[in-house]
């Protein structure tokens, strides 16, 4: 059983293991809980600047932002191109260029820092789901062995339980 346990955590890991090691990882996976809340242990790490570029990546790329920002580029062209005779940016608008371009390069970095905070986020999950699903490939094989020690122990007990049976019908015909 443990033969068969090491052969798997050296498969599952890829890894040639020292047999210290092995059983330090057969131990950890087995006897303590390794699945983590990564929400939970990435969100208590962030700084101020990391939550308030999430904040602003979840604004920005809402359709409500999106709705808005149209209206604003309408309102913007529509004062400054017919309603106003002293246009503070008349056409071809080049203010309102400066503006959307500083936008632009504001905001693409900052929505960068938050994406690359959830690929971090999301390899720990996928290295939590890894370690649980060996945990879980290690408990079924346990399981397994105990099973199959259970169903060989009945096999011995059906046997006696035959022989004591044709033990009984022989001495029952004398």
């Known amino acids: 059983?443990?033969?068969?346990?090491?052969e798997i955590v050296k498969m599952l890991l890829n890894q040639n293991?020292?047999?210290?090691?092995?059983?330090?990882?057969?131990?950890l996976?087995?006897?303590?809980?390794?699945?983590?809340?990564?929400?939970?242990?990435s969100d208590s790490k962030m700084t101020f600047g990391d939550k308030v570029?999430?904040?602003?990546?979840?604004?920005?790329?809402?359709?409500?932002?999106?709705?808005?920002?149209?209206?604003?580029?309408?309102?913007?062209?529509?004062?400054n191109g017919y309603i106003l005779i002293n246009a503070?940016?008349?056409?071809?608008?080049?203010?309102?260029?400066?503006?959307?371009?500083?936008?632009?390069?504001?905001q693409a970095p900052i929505i960068m820092m938050s994406q690359n905070r959830q690929a971090k986020k999301d390899t720990i999950r996928n290295k939590n789901d890894y370690h649980t699903d060996l945990k879980s490939e290690l408990i079924l094989e346990t399981l397994y062995?105990?099973?199959?020690?259970?169903?060989?122990?009945?096999?011995?007990i059906l046997h006696m339980l035959k022989?004591?049976?044709?033990?009984?019908?022989k001495q029952e015909k004398k």
């Open 1 to 6: 059983m443990e033969k068969r346990k090491k």
């Open 88 to 106: 503070i940016d008349p056409y071809p608008f080049i203010l309102l260029n400066l503006l959307l371009s500083c936008l632009a390069a504001l």
């Open 17 to 27: 293991l020292e047999e210290k090691d092995e059983e330090e990882i057969i131990d």
């Open 29 to 41: 996976l087995l006897n303590n809980p390794i699945s983590i809340d990564v929400d939970k242990e």
């Open 53 to 79: 570029a999430d904040k602003l990546s979840e604004v920005a790329g809402s359709w409500t932002f999106i709705i808005a920002f149209c209206g604003f580029l309408l309102f913007w062209i529509i004062l």
């Open 163 to 169: 022989k004591l049976d044709l033990e009984d019908s």
């Open 145 to 156: 062995d105990h099973l199959e020690e259970v169903i060989h122990n009945q096999n011995k």
